[in-house]
Protein backbone atom coordinates (compact mmCIF):
# COMPACT_ATOMS: atom_id res chain seq x y z
CA UNK A 1 0.00 0.00 0.00
CA UNK A 2 2.51 2.29 -1.19
CA UNK A 3 -0.14 5.32 -1.88
CA UNK A 4 -2.40 4.82 1.21
CA UNK A 5 -5.72 4.57 0.40
CA UNK A 6 -5.33 5.47 -3.07
CA UNK A 7 -4.23 0.89 -2.87
CA UNK A 8 -6.56 -1.04 -1.93
CA UNK A 9 -4.99 -2.78 1.26
CA UNK A 10 -4.62 -6.32 0.30
CA UNK A 11 -7.79 -5.85 -2.35
CA UNK A 12 -5.57 -7.18 -5.05
CA UNK A 13 -7.48 -10.44 -5.87
CA UNK A 14 -5.42 -13.83 -6.84
CA UNK A 15 -2.80 -11.94 -5.20
CA UNK A 16 -2.12 -14.24 -1.95
CA UNK A 17 -2.82 -17.74 -4.02
CA UNK A 18 0.40 -17.14 -5.82
CA UNK A 19 2.70 -19.50 -8.33
CA UNK A 20 5.28 -21.50 -6.43
CA UNK A 21 7.37 -21.66 -9.18
CA UNK A 22 10.96 -19.98 -8.02
CA UNK A 23 10.61 -19.86 -4.48
CA UNK A 24 13.27 -20.18 -2.40
CA UNK A 25 12.39 -23.30 -0.10
CA UNK A 26 15.82 -23.25 2.02
CA UNK A 27 14.91 -19.60 2.95
CA UNK A 28 11.08 -20.51 3.45
CA UNK A 29 11.78 -23.38 5.21
CA UNK A 30 13.85 -22.34 7.49
CA UNK A 31 11.81 -19.35 8.28
CA UNK A 32 8.52 -21.70 8.94
CA UNK A 33 10.42 -23.92 10.99
CA UNK A 34 11.75 -21.25 13.39
CA UNK A 35 8.17 -19.69 13.67
CA UNK A 36 7.21 -23.43 14.10
CA UNK A 37 9.07 -24.05 17.26
CA UNK A 38 8.37 -20.35 18.55
CA UNK A 39 4.55 -21.95 18.28
CA UNK A 40 5.67 -25.15 20.03
CA UNK A 41 7.21 -22.78 22.91
CA UNK A 42 4.23 -20.83 23.54
CA UNK A 43 2.01 -23.74 23.87
CA UNK A 44 4.19 -25.53 26.08
CA UNK A 45 3.79 -23.45 28.75
CA UNK A 46 -0.23 -23.85 28.14
CA UNK A 47 -0.06 -27.93 28.02
CA UNK A 48 1.53 -28.18 30.96
CA UNK A 49 -0.10 -25.83 33.20
CA UNK A 50 -2.52 -28.54 34.34
CA UNK A 51 0.49 -30.91 35.38
CA UNK A 52 2.54 -28.42 37.41
CA UNK A 53 -0.70 -27.14 39.36
CA UNK A 54 -1.59 -30.69 40.47
CA UNK A 55 2.22 -30.85 41.50
CA UNK A 56 3.09 -27.69 43.08
CA UNK A 57 -0.09 -27.97 44.49
CA UNK A 58 -1.41 -24.32 43.35
CA UNK A 59 -4.33 -23.62 41.41
CA UNK A 60 -3.74 -23.01 36.99
CA UNK A 61 -4.52 -18.84 38.56
CA UNK A 62 -1.84 -18.71 40.00
CA UNK A 63 0.46 -19.29 36.65
CA UNK A 64 -1.25 -16.39 35.52
CA UNK A 65 1.66 -14.30 35.95
CA UNK A 66 3.75 -15.92 33.90
CA UNK A 67 1.42 -16.35 31.13
CA UNK A 68 1.44 -12.94 31.15
CA UNK A 69 5.10 -12.32 31.68
CA UNK A 70 5.97 -14.13 28.12
CA UNK A 71 3.37 -12.10 26.34
CA UNK A 72 5.26 -8.89 27.53
CA UNK A 73 8.40 -10.45 26.60
CA UNK A 74 6.94 -11.08 23.06
CA UNK A 75 5.60 -7.80 22.66
CA UNK A 76 9.00 -5.97 23.68
CA UNK A 77 10.72 -7.92 21.24
CA UNK A 78 8.28 -7.24 18.47
CA UNK A 79 8.51 -3.42 19.08
CA UNK A 80 12.22 -3.37 19.05
CA UNK A 81 12.41 -5.88 15.98
CA UNK A 82 12.29 -2.89 13.35
CA UNK A 83 15.56 -1.19 14.75
CA UNK A 84 17.25 -4.51 15.18
CA UNK A 85 16.88 -5.71 11.67
CA UNK A 86 18.22 -2.33 11.01
CA UNK A 87 21.37 -2.47 13.11
CA UNK A 88 21.70 -6.21 13.12
CA UNK A 89 20.18 -7.40 9.40
CA UNK A 90 17.27 -10.04 9.43
CA UNK A 91 19.54 -12.86 8.96
CA UNK A 92 20.89 -11.80 12.52
CA UNK A 93 18.31 -10.53 13.96
CA UNK A 94 16.42 -14.01 13.35
CA UNK A 95 19.28 -16.38 14.93
CA UNK A 96 19.59 -14.11 17.55
CA UNK A 97 16.07 -14.74 18.84
CA UNK A 98 16.16 -18.01 17.93
CA UNK A 99 19.10 -18.52 20.48
CA UNK A 100 17.48 -16.16 22.79
CA UNK A 101 14.55 -18.52 23.24
CA UNK A 102 16.00 -21.58 22.96
CA UNK A 103 18.04 -20.78 26.22
CA UNK A 104 15.19 -19.25 28.28
CA UNK A 105 13.34 -22.79 27.38
CA UNK A 106 16.40 -24.60 28.50
CA UNK A 107 16.55 -22.27 31.44
CA UNK A 108 12.60 -22.96 32.10
CA UNK A 109 13.51 -26.26 32.53
CA UNK A 110 16.16 -25.66 35.20
CA UNK A 111 14.08 -23.85 37.36
CA UNK A 112 11.03 -25.54 36.96
CA UNK A 113 12.58 -28.06 40.36
CA UNK A 114 12.70 -25.12 42.23
CA UNK A 115 8.91 -24.82 41.76
CA UNK A 116 9.00 -20.65 42.39
CA UNK A 117 6.26 -19.09 40.42
CA UNK A 118 8.61 -15.78 40.65
CA UNK A 119 11.63 -17.45 39.20
CA UNK A 120 9.17 -18.85 36.40
CA UNK A 121 7.94 -15.66 35.46
CA UNK A 122 11.17 -14.20 34.96
CA UNK A 123 12.66 -17.10 33.06
CA UNK A 124 9.89 -16.67 30.68
CA UNK A 125 10.46 -12.99 30.82
CA UNK A 126 13.13 -13.11 29.03
CA UNK A 127 11.98 -16.59 27.03
CA UNK A 128 9.09 -13.92 25.17
CA UNK A 129 12.07 -11.45 23.95
CA UNK A 130 13.44 -13.72 21.61
CA UNK A 131 10.00 -15.29 20.98
CA UNK A 132 9.39 -11.67 19.59
CA UNK A 133 11.98 -11.12 17.66
CA UNK A 134 11.91 -14.29 15.41
CA UNK A 135 8.11 -13.85 13.72
CA UNK A 136 8.43 -10.57 12.40
CA UNK A 137 12.74 -11.39 11.61
CA UNK A 138 11.20 -15.06 9.65
CA UNK A 139 8.59 -13.13 7.52
CA UNK A 140 10.33 -10.18 6.94
CA UNK A 141 13.29 -12.19 5.74
CA UNK A 142 11.12 -14.90 3.59
CA UNK A 143 9.80 -11.95 1.98
CA UNK A 144 12.92 -9.85 1.17
CA UNK A 145 13.60 -12.79 -0.63
CA UNK A 146 10.56 -13.18 -3.45
CA UNK A 147 8.84 -10.63 -5.92
CA UNK A 148 5.89 -9.02 -4.68
CA UNK A 149 3.58 -11.61 -6.51
CA UNK A 150 4.99 -14.06 -4.02
CA UNK A 151 5.16 -12.30 -0.68
CA UNK A 152 1.88 -12.84 0.37
CA UNK A 153 1.58 -16.21 -0.19
CA UNK A 154 5.12 -16.53 1.66
CA UNK A 155 3.95 -14.79 4.67
CA UNK A 156 1.00 -17.14 5.13
CA UNK A 157 3.13 -20.12 4.62
CA UNK A 158 5.78 -19.10 7.15
CA UNK A 159 3.31 -17.59 9.99
CA UNK A 160 1.73 -20.94 9.82
CA UNK A 161 4.28 -21.88 11.28
CA UNK A 162 2.79 -20.42 14.48
CA UNK A 163 -0.26 -23.10 13.82
CA UNK A 164 1.74 -26.01 13.57
CA UNK A 165 3.93 -25.50 16.57
CA UNK A 166 0.73 -25.72 18.44
CA UNK A 167 -0.76 -28.58 16.43
CA UNK A 168 2.20 -30.20 17.70
CA UNK A 169 2.24 -29.91 21.05
CA UNK A 170 -1.48 -30.51 21.27
CA UNK A 171 -0.73 -33.60 19.81
CA UNK A 172 2.42 -34.49 21.41
CA UNK A 173 1.81 -33.04 24.91
CA UNK A 174 0.12 -35.87 26.51
CA UNK A 175 2.88 -38.05 25.33
CA UNK A 176 5.82 -35.97 25.89
CA UNK A 177 4.42 -35.28 29.45
CA UNK A 178 4.00 -39.12 30.22
CA UNK A 179 7.53 -39.78 28.98
CA UNK A 180 9.54 -37.05 29.62
CA UNK A 181 7.49 -34.84 31.93
CA UNK A 182 7.18 -31.60 32.37
CA UNK A 183 11.12 -30.33 32.93
CA UNK A 184 11.52 -32.94 30.00
CA UNK A 185 9.19 -30.92 27.43
CA UNK A 186 11.33 -27.38 27.78
CA UNK A 187 14.53 -29.26 27.15
CA UNK A 188 13.58 -30.40 24.29
CA UNK A 189 11.69 -27.18 23.59
CA UNK A 190 15.32 -25.60 23.98
CA UNK A 191 17.66 -28.12 22.41
CA UNK A 192 15.66 -28.48 19.15
CA UNK A 193 15.66 -24.39 18.21
CA UNK A 194 19.58 -24.90 19.31
CA UNK A 195 20.06 -27.43 16.31
CA UNK A 196 17.98 -25.21 14.02
CA UNK A 197 20.06 -22.23 15.03
CA UNK A 198 23.55 -24.10 14.00
CA UNK A 199 21.73 -24.85 10.76
CA UNK A 200 20.44 -21.54 9.66
CA UNK A 201 24.05 -20.11 10.94
CA UNK A 202 25.09 -22.65 7.88
CA UNK A 203 22.06 -22.17 5.52
CA UNK A 204 20.27 -18.87 5.86
CA UNK A 205 21.25 -16.31 3.30
CA UNK A 206 20.93 -12.96 4.54
CA UNK A 207 18.55 -10.62 2.41
CA UNK A 208 19.18 -9.85 -1.13
CA UNK A 209 21.17 -6.28 -1.43
CA UNK A 210 18.08 -4.14 -2.24
CA UNK A 211 16.75 -5.16 0.60
CA UNK A 212 19.13 -5.78 3.22
CA UNK A 213 18.28 -3.82 5.48
CA UNK A 214 14.55 -3.82 5.92
CA UNK A 215 14.25 -3.30 2.30
CA UNK A 216 15.82 0.33 2.69
CA UNK A 217 17.52 0.23 -0.46
CA UNK A 218 14.38 0.37 -2.61
CA UNK A 219 13.94 4.26 -1.48
CA UNK A 220 16.01 7.20 -2.04
CA UNK A 221 19.10 7.76 0.19
CA UNK A 222 18.61 4.31 2.08
CA UNK A 223 22.08 3.76 1.75
CA UNK A 224 22.44 6.52 4.48
CA UNK A 225 21.50 4.47 8.45
CA UNK A 226 19.95 7.45 9.31
CA UNK A 227 17.55 7.07 6.13
CA UNK A 228 16.79 3.15 7.14
CA UNK A 229 16.41 3.71 11.07
CA UNK A 230 13.85 6.88 10.57
CA UNK A 231 11.85 4.25 8.35
CA UNK A 232 12.15 1.67 11.05
CA UNK A 233 10.09 3.53 13.15
CA UNK A 234 6.28 3.75 13.98
CA UNK A 235 5.70 7.12 12.66
CA UNK A 236 6.22 6.12 9.11
CA UNK A 237 3.30 4.04 9.62
CA UNK A 238 0.83 6.84 9.52
CA UNK A 239 1.93 8.40 6.64
CA UNK A 240 -0.94 9.71 5.00
CA UNK A 241 -2.49 7.77 3.52
CA UNK A 242 -1.56 5.09 5.70
CA UNK A 243 -2.79 6.41 8.89
CA UNK A 244 -6.61 4.58 8.93
CA UNK A 245 -5.75 1.33 7.41
CA UNK A 246 -3.08 1.42 10.26
CA UNK A 247 -5.19 1.97 13.39
CA UNK A 248 -7.56 -0.59 11.95
CA UNK A 249 -4.95 -3.15 11.22
CA UNK A 250 -3.86 -2.77 14.91
CA UNK A 251 -7.68 -2.32 16.06
CA UNK A 252 -8.31 -5.60 14.68
CA UNK A 253 -5.01 -7.45 15.58
CA UNK A 254 -4.96 -6.57 19.54
CA UNK A 255 -9.07 -8.07 19.28
CA UNK A 256 -8.22 -11.42 17.61
CA UNK A 257 -4.86 -12.15 20.01
CA UNK A 258 -7.09 -11.73 23.10
CA UNK A 259 -9.84 -14.09 21.74
CA UNK A 260 -6.37 -16.64 19.85
CA UNK A 261 -4.02 -16.54 23.27
CA UNK A 262 -6.85 -17.07 25.78
CA UNK A 263 -7.78 -20.07 24.18
CA UNK A 264 -4.50 -21.10 23.51
CA UNK A 265 -3.33 -20.04 27.57
CA UNK A 266 -6.09 -21.44 28.97
CA UNK A 267 -7.98 -24.35 26.91
CA UNK A 268 -6.01 -27.30 28.44
CA UNK A 269 -7.58 -25.87 32.04
CA UNK A 270 -10.65 -24.95 31.07
CA UNK A 271 -11.34 -28.47 29.46
CA UNK A 272 -10.78 -30.15 32.86
CA UNK A 273 -13.86 -28.01 33.93
CA UNK A 274 -15.62 -30.40 31.38
CA UNK A 275 -14.23 -33.38 33.04
CA UNK A 276 -10.87 -34.30 31.07
CA UNK A 277 -8.31 -35.18 33.17
CA UNK A 278 -4.66 -33.22 33.53
CA UNK A 279 -3.30 -35.65 31.03
CA UNK A 280 -6.22 -35.74 28.45
CA UNK A 281 -6.20 -31.65 28.08
CA UNK A 282 -3.67 -31.05 25.87
CA UNK A 283 -5.82 -32.37 23.06
CA UNK A 284 -7.67 -29.73 23.05
CA UNK A 285 -4.97 -27.67 22.17
CA UNK A 286 -4.59 -30.03 19.09
CA UNK A 287 -7.87 -29.29 18.02
CA UNK A 288 -7.24 -25.88 18.74
CA UNK A 289 -4.28 -25.70 16.19
CA UNK A 290 -5.57 -28.15 13.65
CA UNK A 291 -8.44 -25.80 13.20
CA UNK A 292 -5.97 -23.03 12.80
CA UNK A 293 -3.76 -24.88 9.97
CA UNK A 294 -6.72 -25.71 8.39
CA UNK A 295 -8.16 -22.03 8.40
CA UNK A 296 -5.07 -20.33 7.56
CA UNK A 297 -5.23 -22.96 4.21
CA UNK A 298 -9.06 -21.43 4.28
CA UNK A 299 -7.68 -18.05 3.83
CA UNK A 300 -5.62 -18.46 1.17
CA UNK A 301 -7.98 -19.81 -0.96
CA UNK A 302 -10.41 -17.31 0.26
CA UNK A 303 -8.59 -14.03 -0.07
CA UNK A 304 -6.83 -15.49 -3.66
CA UNK A 305 -10.55 -15.31 -4.89
CA UNK A 306 -11.90 -12.21 -2.64
CA UNK A 307 -8.67 -10.41 -1.78
CA UNK A 308 -7.48 -10.58 1.94
CA UNK A 309 -9.45 -8.32 3.77
CA UNK A 310 -12.87 -9.67 2.82
CA UNK A 311 -11.07 -12.65 4.20
CA UNK A 312 -10.32 -11.16 7.38
CA UNK A 313 -14.04 -10.33 7.76
CA UNK A 314 -15.46 -13.95 6.88
CA UNK A 315 -12.83 -16.00 9.11
CA UNK A 316 -13.45 -14.29 12.36
CA UNK A 317 -17.38 -14.26 12.19
CA UNK A 318 -16.46 -17.87 11.52
CA UNK A 319 -14.75 -18.30 14.88
CA UNK A 320 -16.93 -16.34 16.77
CA UNK A 321 -19.95 -18.77 16.20
CA UNK A 322 -17.77 -21.89 16.88
CA UNK A 323 -17.36 -20.18 20.29
CA UNK A 324 -20.47 -19.52 21.05
CA UNK A 325 -21.31 -23.20 20.29
CA UNK A 326 -18.26 -24.42 22.02
CA UNK A 327 -19.92 -22.42 24.99
CA UNK A 328 -23.05 -24.37 25.05
CA UNK A 329 -22.44 -27.82 23.86
CA UNK A 330 -22.53 -29.35 27.63
CA UNK A 331 -20.71 -32.01 28.20
CA UNK A 332 -20.40 -33.66 24.55
CA UNK A 333 -16.52 -33.78 24.55
CA UNK A 334 -16.53 -34.41 20.52
CA UNK A 335 -19.05 -31.57 19.93
CA UNK A 336 -16.49 -29.12 21.94
CA UNK A 337 -13.31 -30.60 20.49
CA UNK A 338 -15.01 -29.73 16.92
CA UNK A 339 -16.40 -26.80 17.97
CA UNK A 340 -12.87 -25.33 19.10
CA UNK A 341 -11.18 -26.62 15.98
CA UNK A 342 -13.78 -23.71 14.22
CA UNK A 343 -12.39 -21.26 16.60
CA UNK A 344 -8.67 -21.78 15.75
CA UNK A 345 -9.71 -21.86 12.33
CA UNK A 346 -10.85 -18.48 12.90
CA UNK A 347 -9.17 -16.80 15.27
CA UNK A 348 -5.66 -18.09 13.74
CA UNK A 349 -6.86 -16.82 9.91
CA UNK A 350 -7.41 -13.86 11.73
CA UNK A 351 -3.24 -13.71 13.26
CA UNK A 352 -1.83 -14.98 10.15
CA UNK A 353 -4.16 -12.67 7.51
CA UNK A 354 -3.17 -9.34 9.59
CA UNK A 355 0.29 -10.12 9.02
CA UNK A 356 0.07 -10.81 5.58
CA UNK A 357 -1.90 -7.84 5.43
CA UNK A 358 0.87 -5.81 6.73
CA UNK A 359 2.92 -7.06 4.63
CA UNK A 360 1.17 -6.11 1.67
CA UNK A 361 0.31 -2.48 2.93
CA UNK A 362 3.63 -1.12 3.68
CA UNK A 363 6.34 -0.54 1.07
CA UNK A 364 9.51 -2.22 2.03
CA UNK A 365 11.32 0.38 3.91
CA UNK A 366 8.71 -0.48 7.08
CA UNK A 367 7.84 -3.40 6.15
CA UNK A 368 9.72 -5.20 9.18
CA UNK A 369 8.35 -2.12 11.86
CA UNK A 370 4.64 -2.61 10.53
CA UNK A 371 4.94 -6.01 10.51
CA UNK A 372 6.20 -6.04 13.77
CA UNK A 373 4.08 -2.95 15.23
CA UNK A 374 1.18 -5.03 13.83
CA UNK A 375 2.15 -8.16 15.73
CA UNK A 376 2.86 -6.05 18.92
CA UNK A 377 -0.22 -4.58 18.82
CA UNK A 378 -1.61 -7.97 18.54
CA UNK A 379 0.40 -9.21 21.33
CA UNK A 380 -0.78 -6.48 23.47
CA UNK A 381 -4.08 -8.25 23.21
CA UNK A 382 -2.36 -11.57 24.19
CA UNK A 383 -1.67 -10.22 27.57
CA UNK A 384 -5.19 -8.90 27.96
CA UNK A 385 -6.92 -11.48 27.32
CA UNK A 386 -5.34 -14.53 29.34
CA UNK A 387 -5.05 -12.01 32.18
CA UNK A 388 -8.65 -11.36 32.61
CA UNK A 389 -8.96 -15.02 31.61
CA UNK A 390 -7.09 -16.12 34.75
CA UNK A 391 -8.96 -13.43 37.29
CA UNK A 392 -12.06 -14.81 35.79
CA UNK A 393 -10.32 -18.69 36.73
CA UNK A 394 -9.80 -17.12 40.35
CA UNK A 395 -12.82 -16.07 40.74
CA UNK A 396 -14.63 -19.49 40.01
CA UNK A 397 -16.21 -18.10 36.37
CA UNK A 398 -17.56 -21.39 34.47
CA UNK A 399 -15.45 -22.69 31.67
CA UNK A 400 -18.07 -22.23 29.39
CA UNK A 401 -18.79 -18.43 30.36
CA UNK A 402 -15.15 -17.29 29.45
CA UNK A 403 -15.21 -19.10 25.77
CA UNK A 404 -18.87 -17.37 25.26
CA UNK A 405 -16.72 -13.89 26.70
CA UNK A 406 -13.95 -14.95 24.58
CA UNK A 407 -15.85 -14.61 21.45
CA UNK A 408 -17.06 -10.60 22.11
CA UNK A 409 -13.81 -9.02 20.57
CA UNK A 410 -13.78 -11.45 17.42
CA UNK A 411 -17.03 -10.07 16.81
CA UNK A 412 -15.68 -6.74 17.11
CA UNK A 413 -12.28 -7.59 15.35
CA UNK A 414 -14.66 -8.93 12.31
CA UNK A 415 -16.46 -5.10 12.16
CA UNK A 416 -12.58 -3.47 11.85
CA UNK A 417 -11.95 -5.68 9.04
CA UNK A 418 -15.55 -5.02 7.34
CA UNK A 419 -14.46 -1.19 7.55
CA UNK A 420 -11.56 -2.00 6.35
CA UNK A 421 -12.50 -3.65 3.16
CA UNK A 422 -15.19 -0.95 2.14
CA UNK A 423 -11.98 1.38 2.53
CA UNK A 424 -10.29 -1.03 -0.20
CA UNK A 425 -13.32 -0.89 -1.86
CA UNK A 426 -13.51 2.70 -1.59
CA UNK A 427 -10.11 2.79 -3.59
CA UNK A 428 -10.46 0.49 -6.27
CA UNK A 429 -13.62 2.50 -7.00
CA UNK A 430 -10.99 5.58 -6.94
CA UNK A 431 -7.96 3.92 -8.83
CA UNK A 432 -10.22 2.80 -11.53
CA UNK A 433 -11.77 6.56 -12.37
CA UNK A 434 -8.47 7.78 -12.17
CA UNK A 435 -7.47 4.92 -14.54
CA UNK A 436 -10.18 6.04 -16.83
CA UNK A 437 -10.03 9.84 -16.63
CA UNK A 438 -5.89 9.43 -17.28
CA UNK A 439 -6.70 6.90 -20.64
CA UNK A 440 -9.70 9.82 -21.69
CA UNK A 441 -6.94 12.74 -21.72
CA UNK A 442 -4.27 10.51 -23.52
CA UNK A 443 -7.06 9.99 -26.40
CA UNK A 444 -8.26 13.76 -26.42
CA UNK A 445 -4.42 14.33 -26.90
CA UNK A 446 -4.01 12.45 -29.51
Not at 41 to 56: K, R
Not at 175 to 183: F, P
Not at 359 to 369: E, F, G, H, I, L
Amino acid sequence: MRDGARTAPGSGRGGVLTSFRGMRFDVVGLAFLAVLLDGFDSASLSFVLPSLAEHWGVTSADFTPAVVLTNIGVVLGYLASGRLAVRLGLRRMLISGTLLFAAGSLVTALVLPAQSLTALGTVRLITGLGLGVVLPGAVSLAAAHHPDRQRQSVSVTVTLGLAFGGTVAGVFGSSLLASVGTTGVFWIGGALPLLLAALMIRRLPAAPAPLAAVGTATAPGADDPATAAREARVGALFAPGLRAATLLLWTFAFLVFIASYTLQSWVPTLLTEYGFSASRAPIGLAFLSFGGVIGGIVLLLLAARKGITFALMVMPAIGAVSMVVAATVGTDHTALLLALAGSGAGVTAGQIGQLTLAVAMYPPATRTAGVGWAAALGRVGSIVGPAAAGALLALSLPGDDIVLLTAIPVVVAAVSAAVLWRLSRGAERTDRGEDTERKTREVTAR
